[in-house]
């Protein structure tokens, strides 16, 4: 059984920084890619960033690139969000995603997590 589970998530300053987990168990991490993405309330899911499953490409959202970083460790079946100068249109709920594929294309994506919520006050 495929399970994604995010944590770091709360609430923060603007102008802050969290870090977001991702674990992945029961598939094979290292040939996925993996993806973040998020939704705020009354908003569609927005894009935020992918990494391919070596860790050698990384795609971001127009509205994060130079603020977010996408990394992870395949050792530790995790993947990470690296999310600094916050800014309170940054408040969604995050979900990690994984696909064979790297893509920002959030259909695409075969696995997601439950989310976890980012509060980013002004």
């Known amino acids: 059984q495929v399970q994604l589970v995010e944590s770091g998530g709360g609430l923060v300053q603007a102008g802050g920084s969290l870090r977001l987990s991702c674990a992945a168990s029961g598939l094979p991490f290292s040939s996925y890619a993996m993806g973040w993405f998020r939704q705020a309330p009354g908003k569609e899911r927005e894009f935020v960033a992918a990494i391919n499953w070596s860790a050698d490409k990384t795609y971001y959202g127009n509205s994060v690139k130079g603020r977010f970083t996408i990394s992870r460790d395949n050792a530790k079946n995790t993947a990470y969000l690296q999310m600094n100068n916050l800014k309170p249109e940054d408040t969604a709920v995050y979900y990690c995603?994984?696909?064979?594929?790297?893509?920002?294309?959030?259909?695409?994506?075969?696995?997601w997590g439950p989310g976890t919520q980012v509060t980013v006050s002004s």
């Open positions: 995603a994984a696909d064979s594929i790297m893509t920002n294309f959030d259909l695409e994506y075969d696995y």
